[in-house]
């Protein structure tokens, strides 16, 4: 085995841990969902998370599903997103970035200029 870079765990370890976590944002049927805010902590949209968002058995990882887009309150830059449970705690913070596939300690938006009406849609959340 190469001597790891990075810290590694095996997928096992991986899925406890991402089923724990899991069960902070949503300990019941009701999903939490994801406040999009920008450098300056104002949040532009609040998007509600499916409550199908599963842990993957072979990785370990867990993949947040979000099953509409929202419309955003407020108009600027995304920076970081907000994974929040039903009565808005927040749990996790990831920074957010411009994209098309899913990116691994991000929140995936197909853009970060968010105008105020706009329907949003996140394209990937993964943890993991």
């Known amino acids: 085995m190469p001597v790891p870079s990075q810290p590694t765990f095996s997928v096992a370890a991986l ?3 991402h089923n724990a976590f899991k069960a902070t944002f949503q300990p019941d049927t009701t999903p939490g969902f994801i406040r999009i805010r920008d450098a300056s902590d104002n949040v532009l949209v609040q998007i509600t998370l499916s409550t199908t968002n599963l842990v993957d058995p072979a990785t370990g990882v867990l993949n947040l599903t979000m099953p509409q887009s929202d419309t955003a309150t407020a108009s600027g830059t995304a920076a ?3 994974l929040c449970d039903s009565l808005g705690n927040p749990h996790l913070s990831l920074p957010a970035q411009a994209g098309t596939v899913p990116a691994a300690g991000a929140i995936v938006l197909s853009t970060l200029n968010i105008v105020s009406g706009a329907d949003i849609e996140i394209i990937a959340a993964s943890i993991g």
Request: proline share 0%.
């Open 80 to 82: 970081y997103g907000e």
């Open 15 to 17: 899925t406890a841990a």
